[in-house]
């Protein structure tokens, strides 16, 4: 594992929803500048996982640290939750989550929805925040489409706008959960062009993804899910080339067809 600081680090986390436990006692950790992408089948707690680390669900128990700072919590077990507000908002603007279905504004034009946040969150200036959007929406290829409504977009070009917003947030890490899994082939191959090359800048970045070139080609460390526990994690080379474990075999074999 990298030598540099932890961005994100999850020790022995628990998550489940009345009786269902989804995780088991997780390990995760991203240093800064790492990719890290979770694999596993429908069910297995990736999702889960990507939405404890930005606290957008409350866990029963284990830690996570921001940037070698513990969240604070009160309460336990069901009742468990953050206990400062402050250290939440504060952590979360560091963290920006691209999710699966865009969940850009459809009142707003693509540009509007890049600025939204760094003006109305971090209280930034507007003209500021609006040059720099400009910039995030060329780099992800699609600055001709600011002063466009997100309904005139394809899907691909929908995802690059959400990457676009939350690069706009200067984030420590981003957070991608299934970035490609609602486009078709075509427009998958957009998203994914924008992902690699935010992986060539040395961003920290924790993917979830079904796509396993996509695993294979942008990570440092790839962690196979089962069942709430991580069955498998180490180099691409080593989960991709040479799995050891029977169920890791089985989910690739599945996947790769």
């Known amino acids: 594992m990298s030598d540099a600081p932890p961005v994100i680090e999850i020790r022995a986390l628990h998550k489940a929803y009345g009786q269902l436990e989804v995780l ?72 920006s989550m691209v999710f699966q279905s865009f969940n850009l504004w459809s009142h707003m034009t693509i540009l509007q929805n890049v600025m939204e946040a760094p003006v109305q969150v971090l209280r930034r200036d507007p003209a500021e925040v609006e040059e720099k959007a400009r910039m995030y929406l060329d780099k992800v290829g699609i600055g001709d489409k600011a002063d466009a409504w997100p309904a005139q977009l394809s899907g691909g070009q929908q995802q690059r706008a959400a990457i676009a917003r939350a690069l706009a947030m200067e984030p420590k890490a981003l957070l991608f959960d299934e970035p490609t899994s609602a486009l078709d082939p075509e427009l998958e191959q957009e ?33 196979f899910l089962h069942k709430g526990l991580i069955e498998e994690e180490g180099a691409p080379s080593d989960l991709f080339g040479h799995p050891k474990s029977t169920r890791l075999r089985g989910f690739l074999s599945a996947t790769s067809h």
């Not at 996982?49 to 604070?72: H, M, T, W």
């Not at 040395?202 to 080609?217: C, E, K, N, Y």
């Open 24 to 95: 088991k006692g997780v390990d995760l950790r991203a240093c800064q500048g790492q990719v890290i992408s979770l694999i596993g089948s429908s069910g297995s707690g990736k999702s889960t996982l990507l939405r404890c680390a930005n606290l957008l669900e409350d866990s029963q128990q284990g830690d996570i640290l921001f940037c070698e700072e513990p969240v604070k919590w009160k309460g336990s077990a069901h009742d468990r939750r953050p206990a400062d507000a402050g250290q939440i908002t504060r952590i979360r603007t560091n963290l």
């Open 191 to 223: 998203v994914i062009r924008v992902i690699k090359a935010l992986a060539a800048e040395g961003r920290t970045m924790i993917i979830v993804t079904h796509d396993m070139a996509l695993a294979r080609d942008v990570s440092d460390h790839v962690i």
